[in-house]
């Protein structure tokens, strides 16, 4: 089945440095990927959707200054969370569609840990 | 109002017992509709469809009322390995394929 990689899977990183979350679709082309983030106890909220070779959409209340998404090509999505604070701690979560295909594919997802 | 509604749980049920859970939409434009489930600090896995005439797969049966835009998924002869956290699903086509996850159910299944 399709498979979506999801880089690094846990990352801790110092209050005002930048971090940035690859995801991959290994085996399908994916021209829109989709980033999600979990806080505990809580469901996913969508953040973002990354299409190729354009300008990222973002959901309200998310800043895309913050969190810059980059979809260079058909397999790769990058979120980079610039500035990370503590309150950015988090599960950062990815999906793609393989050509329209529902449903979508998960990547396994990055927690974030910032101290 | 959110999207996508579910039961606040958690549900605490002995082995063997059968747990529904329902969910409720409130975005007409969703199309298509999913139940995921949720390991702890895992991401979601796809657990089901749901279709109109309603699916049955092994123990688990979804059902899906458009008109009263509900959900719901039934789980018989609940295991240990059902505990889980369930993700009622939406998805959303003409925005890109979006998928509007509900809050959760959790899933606890006691010997």
């Known amino acids: 089945g399709a498979v979506v990689s999801q880089h690094p899977s846990w990352v801790i990183c110092k209050s005002g440095t930048s971090v940035k979350i690859e995801c991959r679709s290994l085996?399908?082309?994916?021209?829109?990927m989709f980033w999600y983030r979990q806080f505990p106890k809580q469901s996913l909220m969508l953040m973002a959707t990354?299409?190729?070779?354009?300008?990222?959409?973002?959901e309200q209340g998310v800043e895309k200054d913050k969190f810059l998404i980059n979809h260079a090509s058909l397999t790769l999505s990058t979120l980079t969370v610039t500035s990370a604070h503590p309150e950015d701690s988090s599960f950062y979560i990815c999906s793609a569609r393989n050509r329209g295909i529902p449903p979508l594919h998960f990547g396994n997802g990055t927690r974030l840990t910032v101290t | 109002r959110k999207e996508v509604e579910q039961d606040p749980g958690p549900f605490n049920v002995p082995e063997g017992a059968t747990v529904a859970f329902n969910c409720t939409y409130s975005?007409?434009?969703?199309?298509?509709f999913f139940w995921y489930r949720q390991d702890c600090r895992k991401e979601p896995k796809l657990l089901m469809s749901v279709y109109s005439s309603g699916n049955e797969d092994g123990r688990f049966t979804a059902q899906l009322n458009r008109a009263s835009q509900y959900i719901s998924l039934l789980i018989r002869d609940s295991k240990l390995s059902d505990s889980a956290t369930y993700l009622c699903?939406?998805?959303?086509?003409?925005?890109?394929?979006?998928?509007?996850f509900g809050q959760g159910t959790e899933l606890s299944v006691k010997p």
């Open positions: 085996d399908f082309q994916a021209t829109t």
């Open positions: 975005n007409s434009a969703s199309q298509s």
């Open positions: 990354s299409n190729e070779g354009s300008k990222a959409t973002y």
């Open positions: 699903v939406a998805l959303i086509y003409n925005q890109g394929g979006k998928l509007i």
